[in-house]
């Protein structure tokens, strides 16, 4: 029986990476969950293991090259590359925002998914059929007030997918970006406000039924599982209650 083909979720620990985790191995391929946090991705592989599908934890910064590198050693061939990683910090406006929060985003949002994308091309043109998922963001596709940094590094994220769909086309790789907007998740807002739980809930205050991360991870698994030859370029997916990115129906 040939091997399941593998497919590498970053940012795997939590949220919406943990999500397309579970349904990627549900839909038959042997997931590598990658994050920083290792009893994080290994309590996830037993799950998934439990359930009757394969998963393999490995700690990995994607912010750290020469980690990336060693890690991509592994594989000769990968049929999927999910850059989830990433995420906001704080939302202060441009006149007074920290340089070091703008700097890290683009760290994990934009040099992380260049990091992993970088190493594992190779592996993922040598599976004769490879999909790289980058999960920008509906940040990547407009601005909002205080958004300012994470707006920058998830533009960044899109740009990174555009042009490199345009530079490997021929190649046997599709090259698909998923925009997500509003997502409730148990940590993003969270992180975003420096585990001020406030300010976090408030993000979603009033609103009927933000995305959750199963939600992404369902249009995620969809786009990878098309025929081959099918690429989704940019999947923009918000909640009902949410029309753009400044635009919010809150329940009064
Ligand atoms: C998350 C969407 O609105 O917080 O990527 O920028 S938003």
């Not at 394969?54 to 990336?68: G, N």
Request: glycine residues 8%; proline residues 5%; negative net charge.
């Amino acid at each position: 029986m040939p091997s399941a083909p593998i497919a590498v979720v970053t940012g795997a620990s939590s949220g919406i990476g943990a999500a397309t985790a579970r349904q990627l191995a549900a839909s038959g391929y042997r997931v590598v969950l990658t994050a920083r946090r290792k009893d994080r991705i290994e309590a996830l592989a037993e799950e998934i293991t439990a359930a009757g599908h394969q998963a393999m934890p490995y700690a990995l910064d994607v912010t750290d090259r020469a980690a990336v590198d060693e890690f991509a050693t592994a594989f000769r061939s990968v049929a999927v590359l999910v850059n989830n990683a990433g995420g906001a910090l704080g939302a202060d406006p441009v006149a007074t925002a920290d340089p070091a929060d703008w700097r890290q985003m683009y760290e994990t949002n934009v040099l992380g998914t260049l990091n992993l994308t970088q190493a594992l091309l190779p592996a993922l043109t040598a599976s004769g059929d490879g999909t790289i998922v980058v999960v920008s963001s509906t940040a990547g596709h407009g601005t909002y007030e205080g958004g300012g940094g994470y707006v920058a590094a998830k533009h960044g994220s899109h740009v990174l997918a555009e042009t490199l769909r345009l530079e490997i086309v021929g190649t046997p790789v599709r090259v698909i970006e998923i925009a997500p907007g509003m997502v409730k998740t148990e940590e993003f807002a969270l992180t975003r406000f420096d585990g001020d739980a406030e300010k976090a809930a408030k993000v979603y205050a009033g609103v009927d039924a933000p995305l959750t991360a199963s939600d992404v991870a369902e249009t995620i698994t969809w786009a990878v599982t098309r025929p081959s030859h099918v690429n989704i370029d940019l999947l923009v997916v918000r909640p009902r209650a949410q029309a753009s990115n400044t635009k919010i129906h809150r329940r009064p």
